[in-house]
């Protein structure tokens, strides 16, 4: 399966500063690029995805960036808002039947 | 309700007793995922059905654990013998499109205590 690294582990801002958090993955092949918001004693839902053919997608605050040759992508959210706070996930997949996902990230948002 | 339905939310058993986790996907979901959560960590693939065809079991972690999907919908995780370590909370996932191509949707998860 895809082996996924998701960085940082912890991040912590101030509200209203902008949070940036990256997924570097395996397997060139994959195509199908999701980011994961999950609340506490909730499962995790999707917040935005791109796939292969697109380099960049925004929804409001926050954004996906792609960068197949590096097979890299990042998650970005600006604005911060306490309800930001949660923990973030990445699951690029495309190959594989399993959707593998990173170990997570634990933002906190200060307001 | 619309969304992925889990059972129970809580279990708490004994050490060696078999314990069943049900779940119940989103009507016309071919694509069904079972993953286990450790306290604090992040989410480890279990098995994974995809319509009728021979499930992909790569990542139960022993032999005790099982799964089944009857009829293409609902799905029950068996682990048998439970050890301290099976403690997680347990979350189910479908997917209308299957392929590891498209949204997740997850349940709110079991949460599984071993004494």
């Known amino acids: 399966g895809e082996n996924v690294e998701q960085h940082p582990s912890t991040l912590s801002v101030q509200e209203g500063d902008s949070a940036v958090i990256k997924c570097t993955y395996s397997?060139?092949?994959?195509?199908?690029f999701p980011w994961y918001k999950q609340e506490l004693g909730k499962g995790p839902q999707l917040i935005i995805d791109i796939r292969s053919n697109v380099g960049e997608k925004k929804d409001q605050r926050i954004a996906v960036t792609l960068n197949k040759t590096a097979k890299h992508f990042s998650l970005h959210i600006t604005e911060t808002q306490p309800e930001d706070s949660a923990v973030y996930f990445c699951?690029?997949?495309?190959?594989?039947?399993?959707?593998?996902f990173g170990a997570g990230t634990r933002l906190t948002v200060k307001p | 309700g619309a969304g992925v339905s889990q059972s129970p939310s809580n279990k708490v058993t004994e050490k060696g007793k078999d314990v069943e986790l049900r779940c119940d996907p989103i009507?016309?979901?071919?694509?069904l995922y079972w993953y286990r959560q450790s306290l604090g960590q992040g989410l480890e693939f279990l098995i994974y059905?995809?319509?009728?065809?021979?499930?992909?079991k790569s990542g139960l972690p022993s032999d005790r654990f099982s799964a089944e999907r009857t009829g293409g919908s609902v799905s029950t995780l068996t682990i048998q013998r439970t050890q301290q370590e099976d403690s997680a909370v347990y979350l189910c996932?479908?997917?209308?499109?299957?392929?590891?191509?498209?949204?997740?949707?997850f349940g709110e998860g079991s949460r599984l205590t071993v004494l």
């Open positions: 009507s016309g979901h071919t694509a």
């Open positions: 996932a479908s997917s209308l499109s299957g392929q590891a191509t498209g949204e997740l949707f």
């Open positions: 397997d060139s092949a994959s195509n199908y």
């Open positions: 699951a690029p997949s495309g190959r594989y039947n399993d959707m593998r």
């Open positions: 059905f995809q319509g009728n065809s021979a499930p992909d």
